[in-house]
């Protein structure tokens, strides 16, 4: 029966997706000899497991719309769920790498936008827990199948820059900003009607009338 061992050895940006995505590399090790793995349908639950680093004070500030006021973190900081994510590892003998794809978003409506754009340098404590399926022979024997050991799990740490740099090589000098429908609609009517080009100048132009409109 095979003993599979999982380690991360990196995490890159995949420059060419549709949409964001980092690469996990992912290699696996078969610890019992005389086994060929003819492949594995695997799962992974990626965890932020935020109590395990430490932030500054420009992090808590950016941070206080997600965990509140930095006087009740110890309370309000906890680890949470990242994202879920598959892959089908191809057959190999004693150990293979492959690319483990975790699809990434901007909308700073997703709970985990919010962690990394407030996160300034430093790496984010990261805990993927596997789960999936395993078809593998034994010295030539019958096709079996065994499910992914319940206590699989890798505890990695990623650098804050490659999600940085993600978010720049899709995004760049950009941010993304979800709106209701109706409050889309109000403002897409006061930029038609003062005929501004622009949604960013239409935001301008509302903060100087609402800036006057407290000096007056």
Sequence with gaps: M???????????VEPFAVAPQLIFKLRLTNTTPGETIHTVALRAQVMLETTLR???????????????EPERWSKTVKTFLWTHTSTVVPAFSENTMV???????????VAATKYFAGLENGEVPLCVQFSGTVFY???GGPLQVMPVSW??????????????????????????LCLQRDAFEQLFQYKVDRGILTFEQALESLFRAAEENVQS
């Design 2 to 12: 095979p003993s599979l061992r999982f380690t991360f050895e990196k995490v890159e």
């Design 54 to 68: 430490s932030y500054s004070s420009g992090e808590k500030a950016s941070m206080r719309d997600l965990f509140g």
């Design 99 to 109: 690319h483990l794809p975790v699809p990434c978003t901007f909308d700073f409506n």
């Design 137 to 139: 022979a034994h010295d």
């Design 151 to 176: 206590d699989q799990e890798v505890h990695f740490r990623m650098p804050v820059q490659i999600w940085k740099d993600l978010m720049e090589a899709y995004y760049p000098a950009t941010a993304w």
